[in-house]
């Protein structure tokens, strides 16, 4: 099965200009996660949607930042205007999110990640 | 708001030469405490999930151990392939997201 899939892997701009990272998560998937990381901060969360709806956007640092999954297989997340500051590696990842059992329990999945979208901002 | 430390930063070692990488964390009802390893220009690779204090996973040459502060990833008689970034992950009750640490470089020289 493939995994995650990101695109472009590499991004070179500059300032000002618009960026659109992309993602197609694993297939089944109902869930899917934007997360962006430098060396100073680790890996951060921008955003997280549960099948297609955004559940959690605090981390997404500013307007200039949006994104958007407008069906299952398919999310995007936009930078406009990029600035220098933005150059990191944004990763995406998929799960299968909380399943509530007959007998009370829930199952949560692990998250498998894309090779990432690395972005430069001149 | 929940924390993760990973000690040390970086860990050099040589091919044989066993150690114990330390996940420290704090989060309001811990609903799994998860490990990747990332090796350089991809993405994080799912190792385990630890669930309760006192469980302990194994795959190769990693164990992983949780407590009910703390994480350790014990790597016996390591090889040279072994080398990576080690994330550890938190998740908290009624979330699906993870708060990650800072990860230790791990580098085995032969």
């Known amino acids: 099965d493939a995994g995650v899939i990101q695109s472009p892997r590499h991004e070179v701009t500059e300032m000002g200009q618009e960026v659109t990272l992309r993602c197609k998560p694993i297939s089944g998937h109902n869930s899917l996660f934007w997360y962006r990381q430098t060396m100073m901060r680790g890996l951060e969360l921008l955003i997280y949607?549960?099948?297609?709806?955004?559940?959690?956007d605090s981390g997404m640092p500013e307007d200039r930042f949006s994104a958007k999954m407008p069906n299952a297989s398919f999310s995007t997340l936009k930078i406009q205007p990029s600035e220098p500051r933005d150059s990191a590696v944004y990763f995406c990842?998929?799960?299968?999110?909380?399943?509530?059992?007959?007998?009370?329990?829930?199952?949560?999945?692990?998250?498998?990640f894309g090779e990432g979208s690395r972005l430069t901002v001149l | 708001e929940d924390q993760v430390t990973q000690s040390p930063e970086a860990l050099r070692l040589q091919e044989g030469e066993s150690s114990s990488l330390n996940c420290s964390y704090t989060v309001s009802g811990l609903r799994g405490l998860f490990w990747y390893r990332q090796d350089p220009g991809k993405g994080p690779e799912f190792l385990f999930t630890?669930?309760?204090a006192g469980e302990e996973k194994e795959k190769e040459r990693l164990k992983a151990t949780l407590t009910k502060k703390e994480s350790f990833l014990h790597i016996t008689a390591p090889k040279p392939e072994d080398s990576a970034t080690y994330l550890c992950a938190v998740r908290r009750s009624g979330y699906s997201t993870l708060t990650f640490g800072k990860g230790t470089m791990l580098l085995v020289s032969p």
């Open positions: 990842a998929s799960s299968l999110a909380l399943i509530r059992g007959l007998a009370g329990g829930e199952y949560t999945g692990e998250l498998f």
């Open positions: 949607f549960n099948n297609n709806v955004p559940i959690d």
């Open positions: 630890l669930y309760s």
